[in-house]
């Protein structure tokens, strides 16, 4: 009869340190709260399948508190890999994701804290590996719409082979590849082969420009000379005859009166008579 009583006793006083001993927890904005359950005496314990929503909740001793973020974060990869044409290239990748809410204790039991390092990480870097080293370099670092290819290609990888097929409780919000940049080396080996070829072009411009002024010049010789043998004249009753011209032309557009007094080649310039000279 004793014994029992102490028993009982016994009982009571861990009882009521128990109560003592528990305390309150309060769940930040933006979490939910996970109770787990780890008795001393009786019962299983484990997950309870419930969350706990913002604000104060009171737990026993025995029961841990695992708080979850809700919110959107983003967990980022850093890639040193090869492209199609075994050109390395280097880049980071974004995965933004969040739990879902409500399934918080799902999350922890099967899969716990450490769900994206243990059961994300890796099949997200092959994912993104897979389809960067399909493209050749030059598309990867030049054409703007690659990089949207790449997201959509590895969102919808993460989403098909990896959150759908273990159900995960997990939200894919949105996948981003970053700027894909060569090594520093080729990037420099790149910048002076541009320069190159642009110095290439210049001097292939350069060239035509000179071809098309020589020509130019030919021509307007050929024309000058068909000009000069209609009008009957000497190469140099010619120059006296379009230095006139010109400084007429002087004349003809100054401001104010303009008086030209020049000098003519020593041979006099015999126009060919009209048909009113008679």
């Known amino acids: 009869m004793r014994q029992g009583a102490w028993f009982m006793l016994g009982m009571v006083g861990i009882v009521g340190a128990s109560l003592s001993a528990s305390g309150c927890v309060a769940i930040e904005a933006g ?3 996970v109770m787990v359950e780890q008795p001393f005496f ?12 913002t604000g104060r909740v009171w737990v026993a001793p025995t029961t841990k508190v695992i708080e979850v973020d809700i919110r959107p974060l983003q967990y980022s990869e850093h890639f040193d890999i090869i492209s199609a044409e075994n050109a390395p290239v280097s880049f980071d990748a974004f995965l933004i994701a969040n739990v879902v809410e409500g399934r918080t204790p799902e999350l922890i039991g099967r899969y716990g804290t450490t ?10 870097r ?10 050749p370099l030059f ?61 290439k072009m210049t001097m292939v411009e350069f060239q035509k420009a000179e071809e098309a002024r020589e020509k ?5 010789g050929i024309a000058d000379r068909a000009y000069r043998e209609s009008l009957g004249l000497t190469a140099p009753e010619f120059v ?5 011209e010109v400084q007429k032309e002087i004349v003809q557009h100054a401001p104010t009166a303009l008086t030209v007094i020049m000098g003519l080649e020593r041979v006099g310039i015999n126009m060919p008579s009209s048909g009113t000279d008679r």
């Open 115 to 124: 769900w994206y390092q243990n059961n994300v990480k890796e099949a997200f």
């Open 42 to 53: 009786f019962g299983h314990g484990g997950v309870d399948p419930s969350p706990t929503k």
């Open 31 to 33: 979490h939910e709260g």
């Open 216 to 220: 130019a010049e030919k021509q307007r």
């Open 139 to 199: 598309q990867l670092t030049t054409d703007p719409t690659t990089r949207t290819k790449l997201q959509d290609a590895i969102a919808r990888e993460v989403q098909n082979k990896l959150i759908d097929k273990q159900n995960m409780p997990i939200r894919l919000n949105r996948v981003v590849v970053g700027s894909i940049l060569p090594p520093k080396g080729v990037v420099e080996q790149t910048t002076q082969t541009i320069v190159q070829e642009q110095r």
């Open 126 to 135: 092959t994912f993104v590996r897979e389809e960067v080293q399909r493209y």
């Open 240 to 244: 006296d005859l379009r230095r006139i």
